[in-house]
Each structure stands twice: as structure tokens, then as C-alpha cells.
């Protein structure tokens, strides 16, 4: 019997902390009980995990919904699932595919036309480590839908954001962001050997990058911007990530990580907690991992690189001309912006232009 003690001691002592583990990265319930009765609030790739259990849980605090997805069917049956379980009937579904400039500009459109304010824009919808692709108009499916399909939305919707103020936008990211690298030569991976991985670390630095930039750029106008990894939540996000592809993953590790990760509804609690938190008024360009504000990873604090990433994002999305926010404030570095002359952005924008071309949007280079 004495041969059994040692293994079972180590198991009982692994699961333990197994379970404290888990217990410490879920991070619980959103302590804010904050309603939002009269509130719009606009959420991208809400038909499922954690954009659905977010949406479901600001319809239950009083908000008008409008879910962005790119599946209709599956994002209709998600809005009616949330009016009945919520008894809120000011949920709706709306189409919008970030893979796409076109689709992006119309469901824009249509929400500034039909909504009378934007009060909360949370930008959560997002692929992982999927394989190699392009997006419509021909950027790196991961990068395009992560972060250049949420900027662009996020540039049409600033004015409906500015005119509801005081309002927010929260950008979904990642801990993989610490080891993300933007590569301004080759941002949509055209002329090097694609890493699926690297891929989708530079997308979620990029989200970083972002939440700052748009912080800095819109001090004063009410608008605050902050961004949040979520936790380790099992979602279909994952379905890349090749952890039932094995029969070790499949027997082995997948027990453990099952007690490691939680679920879609505690998944959202953070997104809910930076949008409705009392507390965070006036919070902005902020990092939050799961609902703790920390300091994200060094290269996301360099505001050159963010400012080199905003101007390459808006010709990429064809903003350079359009843009209210960049005409109207100065760069984050505080000198007068001139053309570039950089050769890497002269790269970027040849890029942009063939792209675009192709759509009928001027590029504005």
C-alpha cells in the first residue's frame, strides 16, 4: 500500500495547484454592478465564446446591443438566444467580415446612421494561429482581422464616439504580445517564410500599440481607450492550436489544461469590467491582464514604433487622407509631422496601393 503514497501525494499536490492556479488567473465575476440602461454598446464577433457572453452580459445590465459578426445565421440565433434569456429585446445583429475594407466601411455606415450615439465599441472578434492566408484586399489574415480590420472600424466609429462622450473602446489582446515583433518591412508576411505563431504575437502587439496610440491621440475628447488579455479561456479561438492533434496532447496535457482554463463567461468579466466599471472613467491607454492594470511588454511602451504602426495602418486602410484624429493632433512624439521618406513606409504604402486598387478605395498615397 505504501508503494501508492508517493504518486498519489504528487497528483493530489499538482491538482491542488492546479486548482489555485485556476482560481488565480480567472480572475471572477466583474466587481462592478454598474447598469448601462440607454447605453449603445457595439461588440465584433459576438455570436460566440467570449464577444457572446459579453454581449449577454451588458444586455442583462440594460444595453442596447449590436452584435458585428461575420456568420449571420449563427450570429441572428445568438442575438435571439440573449433577447430571451435577458428579456432585453434591444439586441441585434448586424453582418460585418474584418477580413474585408469593404464590409467594414458599410457596417460603419449603417451604425452611424442608425444609431443616435456609440457609447462602449469593444473590438473582440479574432483569429489564432490559423494557417497561412490573406484577407480580401490582400493583407495577412491575422494581422488584417486583428488589427487592421479593428482600427479601421474603430477610425469610422470615432466621431459617433466623440459626439456620445464620455465613452469607450476596448481592444481584446493577449499575453502573447510580449513576444511580438513589428516587422515594417514585411507586415503581411509577402516576402518571408509565414510562422503562423509569430504571426499572431505581432497581431496582438499590434492591438497594444494601438489601444496607446488612439489614447494619446484622443486626450481630451472623453474618449478612453484601454486594452485587456482576457485569461486562458477555452473558446473556438483555439481550434489552430493543434492541442487535441496529438494523442499525448489529447490524454495527457488536455486534462491539465482543462483545469487551467476557464470558461467563456468568466472570460468576458473582464471585458464587461472595462466598459461599464464606474472606476475606470477617465482611465485611459491602460493594459489590463484578466482585470489588473499592469505594464505591458517594453516594446509596446515605444512610441515611435506605435506611431510608425498608426501611419502604416491608415495607409493600409486607405485613412491617410480621411483621418480627423492624426489632422487634428499632433504626433506622440509632439514634433510636426512631415512626409516620410522612410523606405520601409514607402514599402508599406506600395503595398497598400496594390491592395486597395483592387477594391475601388482610394488609397490616399
Known amino acids: 500500500m505504501s508503494k501508492?503514497?508517493?504518486?498519489?501525494?504528487?497528483?493530489?499536490?499538482?491538482?491542488?495547484?492546479?486548482?489555485?492556479?485556476?482560481?488565480?488567473?480567472?480572475g471572477g465575476p466583474c466587481p462592478s454592478k454598474a447598469k448601462i440602461p440607454g447605453k449603445t454598446v457595439v461588440i465584433t464577433g459576438a455570436n460566440t465564446g467570449i464577444g457572446k457572453e459579453t454581449a449577454k452580459e451588458l444586455a442583462k445590465r440594460g444595453g442596447r446591443i449590436i452584435m458585428g459578426c461575420r456568420d449571420m445565421e449563427k450570429c441572428e440565433a445568438a442575438a435571439k438566444e440573449i433577447r430571451g434569456q435577458t428579456l432585453n429585446p434591444h439586441v441585434y445583429a448586424r453582418h460585418i467580415?474584418?477580413?474585408?475594407?469593404?464590409?467594414?466601411?458599410?457596417?460603419?455606415?449603417?451604425?452611424?446612421q442608425e444609431e443616435k450615439h456609440v457609447d462602449v465599441l469593444i473590438n473582440n472578434a479574432g483569429v489564432m494561429r490559423c494557417p497561412a492566408g490573406k484577407t480580401e484586399d490582400g493583407f495577412d489574415i491575422q494581422f488584417?482581422?486583428?488589427?487592421?480590420?479593428?482600427?479601421l472600424l474603430t477610425n469610422l466609429l470615432l466621431e459617433?464616439?466623440?459626439?456620445?462622450?464620455?465613452?469607450?473602446?476596448?481592444?481584446?489582446?493577449?499575453?502573447?504580445?510580449?513576444?511580438?515583433?513589428?516587422?515594417?518591412n514585411d507586415l503581411n508576411w509577402?516576402?518571408?517564410?509565414?510562422?503562423?505563431?509569430?504571426?499572431?504575437?505581432?497581431?496582438?502587439?499590434?492591438?497594444?500599440?494601438?489601444?496607446?496610440?488612439?489614447?494619446?491621440?484622443?486626450?481630451?475628447?472623453?474618449?478612453?481607450?484601454?486594452?485587456?488579455?482576457?485569461?486562458?479561456?477555452?473558446?473556438?479561438?483555439?481550434?489552430h492550436t493543434g492541442l487535441h492533434q496529438s494523442q499525448f496532447s489529447s490524454s495527457v496535457l488536455?486534462?491539465?489544461?482543462?483545469?487551467?482554463?476557464?470558461?467563456?463567461?468568466?472570460?468576458?468579466?473582464?471585458?464587461v469590467y472595462l466598459a461599464v466599471a464606474e472606476e475606470l472613467e477617465g482611465v485611459t491607454g491602460c493594459y489590463y491582464d484578466v482585470m489588473i492594470e499592469k505594464e505591458p511588454a517594453p516594446k509596446a511602451l515605444d512610441q515611435e514604433v506605435s506611431r510608425r504602426l498608426w501611419e502604416a495602418s491608415a495607409r493600409l486602410m486607405g485613412l491617410e487622407q480621411e483621418q480627423a484624429p492624426s489632422a487634428a493632433v499632433p504626433a506622440s512624439n509632439g514634433a510636426q509631422e512631415k512626409p516620410s521618406t522612410d523606405p520601409d513606409t514607402k514599402i508599406i504604402a506600395k503595398h497598400a496601393l496594390s491592395a486597395l486598387e483592387q477594391t475601388g478605395v482610394n488609397p490616399g498615397v
Do not use: M, W
Open 97 to 112: 467580415d474584418l477580413a474585408s475594407i469593404k464590409s467594414i466601411r458599410q457596417f460603419a455606415e449603417r451604425v452611424n
Open 160 to 184: 459617433k464616439l466623440k459626439d456620445s462622450a464620455p465613452s469607450r473602446v476596448v481592444n481584446l489582446t493577449s499575453l502573447a504580445h510580449i513576444v511580438g515583433e513589428i516587422d515594417f
Open 144 to 151: 488584417g482581422v486583428n488589427h487592421l480590420g479593428h482600427f
Open 4 to 26: 501508492y503514497i508517493l504518486p498519489v501525494s504528487v497528483f493530489g499536490t499538482v491538482f491542488g495547484c492546479a486548482v489555485l492556479l485556476k482560481s488565480h488567473v480567472t
Open 190 to 239: 509577402d516576402n518571408k517564410k509565414f510562422d503562423t505563431k509569430r504571426a499572431y504575437c505581432q497581431s496582438k502587439l499590434a492591438n497594444v500599440l494601438f489601444t496607446r496610440e488612439l489614447a494619446q491621440r484622443l486626450e481630451g475628447t472623453g474618449v478612453t481607450v484601454n486594452c485587456l488579455h482576457p485569461g486562458v479561456v477555452a473558446t473556438e479561438l483555439g481550434r
Open 254 to 271: 488536455s486534462p491539465f489544461f482543462t483545469l487551467l482554463v476557464k470558461g467563456p463567461e468568466l472570460g468576458a468579466q473582464p471585458s
